[in-house]
């Protein structure tokens, strides 16, 4: 079972930029997809962006598409997200979030990920 932690969060302003990270703990990091969630008080958790095993797949939300950029070093059982031109409205906790590698595709829904870290806040202030 994986153990997931971010860091990275913080309190920024608008236009800033922003890199977050998610340490896994297991070695065979590698063959988990990896996803980026974020929430805000009193709203679902939504998806931010998924990256393929590889790393040679990525997915994002219509609202982070061209500012946010996921990555991963599986060498370094790490997953990144670098958020550019941050806004407002791209506030919230951040989470790292987990699942081994089943068929094709990077998940969206949060239910299926089993694996979760303990998010890390990021606030943009206007």
């Known amino acids: 079972q994986v153990q997931l932690v971010e860091s990275g969060g913080g309190a920024v302003q608008t236009g800033d930029s922003l890199r977050l990270s998610c340490a896994g703990s297991e070695r065979t990091f590698s063959l988990y997809v990896l996803g980026w969630f974020r929430q805000t008080p009193g709203k679902e958790r939504e998806f931010v962006s998924g990256i393929s095993w590889a790393g040679d797949g990525t997915s994002y939300a219509e609202s982070v598409k061209g500012r946010f950029t996921i990555s991963r070093d599986n060498a370094k059982n790490t997953v990144y997200l670098q958020m550019n031109s941050l806004r407002p409205e791209d506030t919230a906790v951040y989470y790292c979030?987990?699942?081994?590698?089943?068929?094709?595709?990077?998940?969206?829904?949060?239910?299926?990920?089993?694996?979760w870290g303990q998010g890390t806040q990021v606030t943009v202030s206007s």
């Open positions: 979030a987990a699942r081994r590698v089943v068929g094709l595709g990077i998940p969206t829904g949060e239910f299926e990920y089993p694996y």
